[in-house]
Nanobody, 122 residues
Framework: QVQLVESGGGLAQPGGSLRLSCTASGSIDTIYSMGWYGQAPGRQRELVAAISSDGSTNYADSVKGRFTISRDNAKNTMYLQMSSLEPEDTAVYYC????????????????WGQGTQVTVSS
């Protein structure tokens, strides 16, 4: 089992920056990929950025060139550096982990953090 805890959300002005952090604990060796999802009011939860165990990354078109996902394996922490923030970035951001566990069978699981609020407003 994996536990995820986010931090770093808050209020920022348009054009400003925030850095979100997600620290994982538990069976961290089973994590195949991690990502950040955003859920705006009245909207579906959508992928913002993801990073795989091999270091490959994937970004939503709306954040390319503005957000950067990274990880510090020694600290079991994933980051989302958010720059050039726009009001449309306002959402609750959730940390996500996808795990693969190989015992008698190969099983895959998804874990979510509690979310951290990001508000971009002038």
């Amino acid at each position: 089992q994996v536990q995820l805890v986010e931090s770093g959300g808050g209020l920022a002005q348009p054009g400003g920056s925030l850095r979100l952090s997600c620290t994982a604990s538990g069976s961290i060796d089973t994590i195949y990929s991690m990502g950040w999802y955003g859920q705006a009011p009245g909207r579906q939860r959508e992928l913002v950025a993801a990073i795989s165990s091999d270091g490959s990354t994937n970004y939503a078109d709306s954040v390319k060139g503005r957000f950067t996902i990274s990880r510090d394996n020694a600290k079991n922490t994933m980051y989302l550096q958010m720059s050039s923030l726009e009001p449309e970035d306002t959402a609750v951001y959730y940390c996500h982990a996808h795990t693969i566990v190989a015992l008698t069978t190969i099983d895959e699981y998804d874990y979510w953090g509690q979310g951290t609020q990001v508000t971009v407003s002038s």
